[in-house]
Structure formats: structure tokens, C-alpha cells
């Protein structure tokens, strides 16, 4: 799971909080569409869809800029799409996670001879903390905030974190924040103030194959250390799927729980993705039933 997954998955959990941060008025209702349209299928991992009563919203995360095609030209390829799809209003948003001097993270629309197509652009290091901060929601993106003082920042991300009532909520939040959180902050930052496990592309989950990396050459063996990886990485995963699916459906037994065990790492991640459409236990059974060996 790749940090924008990450932020999708927020997005989908909590799209009331975001179609309000987004967009004007007092939003409610929203219901979230599949990332797949018919006929010839348009999908992004980063690209989530939030419709309201009279239009949709749609989110695309991007750590960087660099796309292919080129990212002006999926926008306009999406709209025209959805367009065709629903007929209605489309407000598109374009968030860029990864601080970065590219000159593309400041291109809002495709241009040539005959068409003009433009989309919103926000650059998370320059949007005010203070919004983000008081919407448990979105304060994994807080930490991406404009500040003059970014530990301070990630102090107050923590305190506010810790303040969520809901345990499994509380927990969920803390390890999406410590996710998006080493986009910016050093490793040793991040485990002073949250102590969650995490997932793959994370300074946590860095840590966790270091440490297999470690068991091996104590081996003294390649091998040993191949397995050190392989194994530090399907441990990371197992245990922030565990959470999300938890959060998406439910306590998770234990008879399922050393099913998800048994997979494989590339079994992990095409459950990563597939759980965001989960919304009962029994879509779970299903795919592990779909997916055993």
C-alpha cells in the first residue's frame, strides 16, 4: 500500500469530512462510487470518487508529480468520463503530498489548440494546519501542513490524535499519521510520539525490514537474510490490513485472522486494495475464499 492509498482509504472512511473541507455549504449524504467506470475501465490507485446531490467530487492523490501520461491529461480524460457517466457537475482536486520544487505541482489544466480543461491544485505544505487539525479525519494530512515549526506541528497532530474517544478509531488514525507523517519526518521522530506498526513505504515499515535484514546477516547466510526481508515485509502488512479491516468491517476473528497469515505478500497487497470496497464480514470470507491456494 503506497502513501496516496493511504489517503484514499481516508477518503472513503471519512468522505463527509472531506467533501466539507473541499467543497462549500454543509455537505452530508455522500455516497462513494467505484474507482472503475464502464466500458473501457479508468483506474488510479489514488483516485477516489464522492458524489453529493448535485455533483462529484474527485480526489487525486499524488506523492509526486511525475505521471504517464502526463497528469493534465488523465484529468481531463477523467472528466470527460464521468461526465459521459452521470451528467453532472464534477469538481476535481488534485492534492500533492510530497513537498517538492517540480514546476508541475503548480499546472492546473491541459491545454491545446481547441480545449482548455482545468482542476483544482493543493499543495499540502502550504495549507493551513489549523483546519486539519481540528477534523480527526484529516489530521494524518496535518502533518503535511504549512509550519515554521514542523516538529511542533507533529507534537499537536499527536495531542489531538490521542484525544479521539474511539480506541480502534484512535488507533487507525495513528497509523495512517505515522504513514503520511515519514513523507516529512525522520523515523526516530515519528516513534517518540506514535508507537503503531505500520505499512509498506513507511519509515516504520522500513524499520521492520531492517530488522529482518539484521536477523539474517546474524545467520550468516543470504538466504537468511532474503527471509529477514521477506518476512519483516508480510508482517508489516499483516498487521495494518488487520486494522483497516477492522475499522472497514469489524473485530476480525481469529479462525480469519490465520487466513489472512497465510497469504502471500502479493495476496496482502491485492487485499489492501480490494478491502476499501468491503462494507460486511462476508465480503471478507469471500475473497479469502476467491484467493486461497
Known amino acids: ?48 470518487l464522492l458524489r453529493t446531490i448535485n455533483e462529484i467530487l474527485q480526489l487525486e492523490f499524488q506523492t509526486l508529480p511525475q505521471s504517464n501520461p502526463p497528469l493534465p491529461f488523465r484529468m481531463l480524460k477523467y472528466w470527460t468520463r464521468l461526465y459521459d457517466e452521470y451528467n453532472c457537475e464534477i469538481e476535481q482536486v488534485v492534492l500533492f503530498l510530497k513537498r517538492t520544487n517540480s514546476p508541475d505541482v503548480f499546472i492546473d489544466s491541459f491545454q491545446s489548440r481547441n480545449t482548455i480543461h482545468r482542476y483544482r491544485v493543493i499543495r499540502m505544505w502550504e495549507q493551513d494546519p489549523a483546519p486539519l487539525l481540528a477534523n480527526p479525519a484529516l489530521l494524518p494530512l496535518a502533518t503535511l501542513a504549512q509550519s515554521d515549526s514542523p516538529n511542533i506541528l507533529l507534537e499537536q497532530v499527536a495531542q489531538e490524535v490521542a484525544r479521539i474517544e474511539s480506541t480502534q478509531e484512535r488507533a487507525n488514525v495513528a497509523a495512517c499519521v505515522s504513514v503520511l507523517a515519514g513523507l516529512r519526518f525522520d523515523n526516530n521522530v515519528i516513534t517518540q510520539l506514535f508507537k503503531e506498526e505500520i505499512m509498506q513505504e513507511s519509515v516504520f515499515y522500513q524499520s521492520i525490514i531492517e530488522k529482518g535484514e539484521q536477523r539474517g546477516r546474524q545467520e550468516g547466510r543470504q538466504e537468511g537474510r532474503q527471509e529477514g526481508r521477506q518476512e519483516g515485509r508480510k508482517q508489516g502488512e499483516e498487521a495494518l490490513l488487520l486494522r483497516l479491516l477492522t475499522r472497514r468491517i469489524g473485530r476480525i476473528t481469529p479462525e480469519i485472522q490465520v487466513q489472512i497469515q497465510q497469504l502471500s505478500i ?11 470496497d468491503f462494507s460486511q464480514p462476508t465480503d471478507l470470507t469471500a475473497w479469502l475464499e476467491s484467493h486461497q491456494s
Do not use: H
Request: hydrophobic share 45%; glycine share 4%; net charge negative.
Open 266 to 276: 502479493a495476496q496482502l497487497e491485492d487485499l489492501g486494495e480490494a478491502l476499501l
Open 1 to 48: 500500500m503506497s502513501f496516496d492509498n493511504v489517503c484514499k482509504f481516508l477518503a472513503e472512511s471519512y468522505p463527509e469530512q472531506f467533501a466539507r473541507w473541499l467543497l462549500s455549504g454543509n455537505i452530508s449524504n455522500i455516497q462513494v462510487l467505484k474507482t472503475e467506470l464502464s466500458i473501457e475501465p479508468i483506474r488510479a490507485d489514488s483516485i477516489t
